[in-house]
């Protein structure tokens, strides 16, 4: 059997390999199959059962579960808001406190989330409030 040499290039190939398989996330929509950036996605949330990605361009659907998304690199941007929903706080562009006890998030593309009571301190703490 042929003996391979992992030089320091070729682990550099495989730690680079392994993390962008790690960060992009495959969506599906209409029979394709799609590499999606974090970058692009205004929140993650279940709907009927199923897992869609909301990103600027459309809306896919992931084979991933929400406490996989959540777990997986970029997770400091990423932040759980309910129990069906995970959004990216890149694409937030405000925060109204205004309801008593409610925080509606509203995204840069008009889009508006709402966090649960019992992920308030969650995103306090995101916040640093």
């Known amino acids: 059997f042929p003996v391979t040499i992992l030089t320091p290039e070729i682990q550099n190939i495989i730690a680079q390999l392994k993390e962008s398989s790690r960060t992009n996330l495959l969506g599906y929509h209409e029979g394709e199959i799609f590499i999606i950036s974090p970058d692009a996605v205004m929140s993650i949330?279940?709907?009927?059962g199923k897992i869609k990605a909301i990103c600027d361009e459309g809306t896919y659907l992931l084979k991933n579960?929400?406490?996989?998304i959540e777990a997986q690199p970029p997770s400091r941007f990423y932040v759980r808001i309910s129990n069906s929903e995970i959004v990216?706080?890149?694409k937030v562009k405000s925060i109204?406190?205004?309801l008593t006890g409610t925080i509606?998030?509203?995204?840069?593309?008009?889009?508006?989330?709402?966090?649960s009571r019992r992920y308030i301190d969650k995103i306090k703490t995101h916040l640093g409030l």
């Open 65 to 68: 579960r929400l406490y996989e």
């Open 96 to 98: 109204d406190l205004s």
């Open 45 to 48: 949330r279940t709907e009927s």
């Open 104 to 115: 509606t998030l509203k995204f840069k593309n008009g889009e508006k989330s709402y966090v």
């Open 88 to 90: 990216n706080f890149q």
